[in-house]
């Protein structure tokens, strides 16, 4: 447009204006960065996670990784071909092939065979460390924000509180091998690892429960106390129904951090290798709670840091963090798809 | 003949008879109270009868004290850490309901409420208006059915939510809200219903029939009704009581109030000068 038409409101720059796109762009790349490394972290993961995890013939999926436990691979030369065979697969190779007896074979540990009890011992640990953290954790939050006289101690109580959240895991995992493991004499079980991990996402869950309590009307409180019900009666047909997706939504973060730590697990129940499954070999139903069991993230660890690398090393340690990464996933969906059924089942 | 007072405590066993008096005879008997949030005094040697089955009113400006006074009459004041009433009692039907025989939880059995916003909770509306009778024990369908149908027909709200009684009470209208909070006040069948400002967020025809509803509701019930507007407390109440700096300036019936006011303070309330 030519400058005869200026208008009085025609753009003209100024300091505002230059802040303005600056500031936009800063927030504009800061976003894109974080999508990067997100995408580059996920993409490595999945891109060779799943070379191990899939296969190219049917089923498609590499259905040992998942039914199996680690074993040992051997690496030999056969008839001028190479040869790739776990443990068990090598001995019976042998036994078939008596001339193959005396053959040289070099061995890889845990680079064949499957993470199955890894799973089963995670999905075991996440769900009672859970189901203590909610309880204990909900439990707390309710007396804190229903029941206790607001004061100095209960905020001191909840700073104290806050602060736990801030303790490394390693700390609570040396706290958990001191009280659970050495004194109550728990040894390395089960047992010990779900208080330890409960005790570290505790606070998460009180914390937000509490804001998921506060959250409630207080009209709610009131137009059920004025019916003459009683304080527990409320809390349990009128506040905690309606708590509970806000409850849930908080326990969703803590079962992503209780499946990924490793620290806490690593003194308290994590076992590198054990032949047993968790229901095999059981003489009693308290022999459960005070065994030890594999789990994804320390395995992982193990097989990342543990052992000696070479060429085979590397799809289990993708293949394992490619696994963790889908089953904290579906645990977390089955959570947001359960939290939204609350939700709609209570709007208000 | 030995008959458990209404409002003890079921283990507790004072015994006072219940009697049925006629309207007009005092139910709540307010007795010189003082009444404490921490260290302010929000009410100043308070003392009333509020006669049964009748309409009383409490007026007075913002902060004068009556809805302190209301929620005195059901304990709601419990919930809030650091009150008390510190000299005087309440009584009804001669009962001192700061007694520590008192069960609360049968006081407000008796003692029903309506807030000032409307509050259902967000269930249907037929659960909502059992919500009283299931913490009593009340289970059985057909008997919760007939109590549902008298309710929402005490609260003329019938008509407008039969056909969809197991929808959310929040889908409701503000007027229908607060006229579903007085049917589920009335299901569990109080002596007397508080009021605290019941119609103040509600829009003129809404207003309307919940004031014919009061109406109504007093043939049966003893109310007590907390309002800022004058022109309510003149049309629905037998006895109005004005409040002023959590004093008591003056009670009387409703017609002496706003037409021959004892009270020069009264009268530049009542005609507007005023609060």
């Not at chain 2, 007694?99 to 059995?109: G, Q």
């Amino acid at each position: 447009m030519s400058p005869s038409t200026r208008h009085e409101f025609q753009s003209r720059p100024s300091a505002a204006r230059r802040w303005e796109s600056a500031v936009l762009w800063l927030f504009r790349t800061a976003t894109y960065v974080i999508l990067i490394c997100g995408a580059l972290v996920f993409g490595n993961i999945v891109f060779k996670g799943s070379k191990t995890v899939f296969s190219t013939t049917a089923p498609f999926i590499n259905v040992a990784f998942f039914t199996e436990a680690p074993e040992s691979l051997y690496v030999f030369e056969y008839q001028g071909q190479k040869k790739e065979m776990g443990d068990r697969e090598f001995r019976a190779f042998k036994t078939t092939h008596p001339e193959a007896k005396d053959i040289k074979a070099e061995s890889y540990v845990y680079s064949a065979g499957g993470i199955f009890p890894c799973i089963v011992g995670t999905v075991l640990l996440v769900m009672g460390s859970m189901m203590i953290a909610l309880t204990l954790g909900v439990s707390a939050a309710v007396y804190l924000s229903e029941y206790a006289k607001q004061g100095r101690a209960v905020t001191l109580i909840r700073l104290a509180i806050l602060n736990l959240a801030g303790v490394p895991s390693i700390v609570f995992g040396l706290f958990g091998l001191g009280l659970f493991v050495i004194y109550l004499d728990w040894n390395v079980s089960l047992l010990a690892g779900w208080f330890t991990l409960a005790l570290m996402v505790l606070p998460v869950v009180i914390t937000a429960s509490e804001e998921s309590l506060k959250a409630v009307p207080k009209g709610f409180r009131e137009g059920s106390l004025a019916l003459g019900a009683t304080k527990w009666q409320t809390i349990r047909k009128n506040v905690l129904p309606y708590a509970l997706p806000g409850i849930l939504t908080s326990s969703i973060l803590g079962i992503a951090r209780v499946a990924g730590e490793t620290a806490p697990i690593m003194f308290t129940a994590a076992y590198v290798v054990r032949d047993k499954l968790p229901w095999e070999g059981l003489s009693s139903v308290s022999d459960f709670f005070f065994q030890g069991v594999m789990a994804l993230p320390y395995h992982i660890y193990v097989v990342s840091s543990k052992i000696p690398q070479n060429e085979y090393t590397e799809r289990v340690q993708y293949g394992t963090a490619f696994v963790f990464l889908v089953i904290v996933a579906l645990i977390a969906t089955c959570s947001i798809v359960l939290r939204n059924k609350l939700r709609n089942r209570y709007k208000w | 003949m030995d008959i458990k007072s209404p409002f003890s405590s079921p283990a507790s066993g004072r015994s006072i008879p219940v009697t049925t008096s006629p309207a007009g005879a005092t139910l709540i008997d307010i007795d010189h109270v003082d009444f404490y949030y921490g260290a302010s005094q929000a009410l100043h040697d308070i003392s009333l009868k509020i006669e049964e089955k009748k309409v009383t009113a409490f007026i007075g400006p913002s902060g004068c004290g009556k809805s302190t006074l209301l929620r005195c009459l059901n304990r709601m004041n419990d919930l809030i850490d650091g009150t008390r009433v510190a000299k005087g009692q309440i009584k009804i039907r001669g009962i001192d309901i700061y007694d520590p025989s008192v069960d609360v939880i049968e006081l407000r059995k008796r003692v029903g409420m309506v807030f000032q916003k409307s509050n259902p909770f967000p269930k249907s509306i037929y659960e909502n208006i059992t919500y009283g009778l299931r913490l009593q024990g009340r289970s059985n369908k057909s008997d919760l059915d007939a109590v549902v149908e008298k309710s929402l027909r005490g609260a003329a709200l019938w008509d407008e939510v039969k056909d969809r009684l197991h929808t959310s009470g929040l889908g409701l209208s503000g007027g229908q809200q607060q006229r579903l909070c007085i049917a589920r006040a009335i299901a569990v069948e109080p002596e007397v219903i508080l009021m605290d400002e019941p119609c103040s967020a509600l829009d003129p025809i809404a207003t309307v029939k919940v004031e014919e509803l009061i109406q109504e509701l007093r043939t049966k019930f003893t109310i007590v009704i907390v309002t800022h507007n004058m022109q309510q407390a003149a049309r629905c109440s037998d006895k109005t009581a004005f409040f002023y700096m959590g004093k008591l300036i003056e009670f009387a019936d409703t017609r002496a109030i706003f037409m021959n006011p004892a009270n020069a303070q009264t009268e530049a309330y009542v005609s507007g000068r005023f609060g």
